[in-house]
């Protein structure tokens, strides 16, 4: 079983920096493909970034964070990572790190959350304007 942990949230003022980790047990994270979503109060849950798995870098933006988030991930601590650069009032919300078996294609279905079985517990940040 996939367990998924993530931390690094927190509030900072607009044009700021975070990062995001996620820590991963139960299986590789080589073999995930793997991806970031965000839950703004009272919206649904939508994609942000995406990675494949493989221990290939081939990645996924929504268009809204392009440029300024990077996701990257460390196969020797079997984590996850989200640097979020400027960042923006629109980008606050509770950040959830997801996980998969298999592959599939960098893509706008990449950030779906129906292609993924594990989900962690979430990680609020608050961006002020």
């Known amino acids: 079983q996939v367990q998924l942990v993530e931390s690094g949230g927190g509030s900072v003022q607009a044009g700021g920096s975070l990062r995001l980790s996620c820590a991963v047990s139960g299986r590789s994270a080589r073999n995930l493909y793997m991806a970031w979503f965000r839950q703004p109060l009272r919206s649904e849950r939508e994609g942000v970034a995406f990675i494949i798995s493989g221990g290939g870098d081939s990645t996924y933006y929504r268009d809204s964070v392009g440029g300024r988030f990077v996701i990257s991930r460390d196969i020797v601590n079997n984590a996850l990572y989200l640097q979020m650069n400027s960042l923006k009032p629109e980008d606050t919300g509770v950040y959830y790190c997801?996980?998969?078996?298999?592959?599939?294609?960098?893509?706008?279905?990449?950030?779906?959350?129906?292609?993924?079985?594990?989900w962690g517990q979430g990680t609020q940040v608050t961006v002020s304007a």
């Open positions: 997801a996980a998969n078996g298999g592959n599939i294609p960098p893509s706008a279905a990449a950030l779906w959350p129906v292609n993924y079985a594990y």
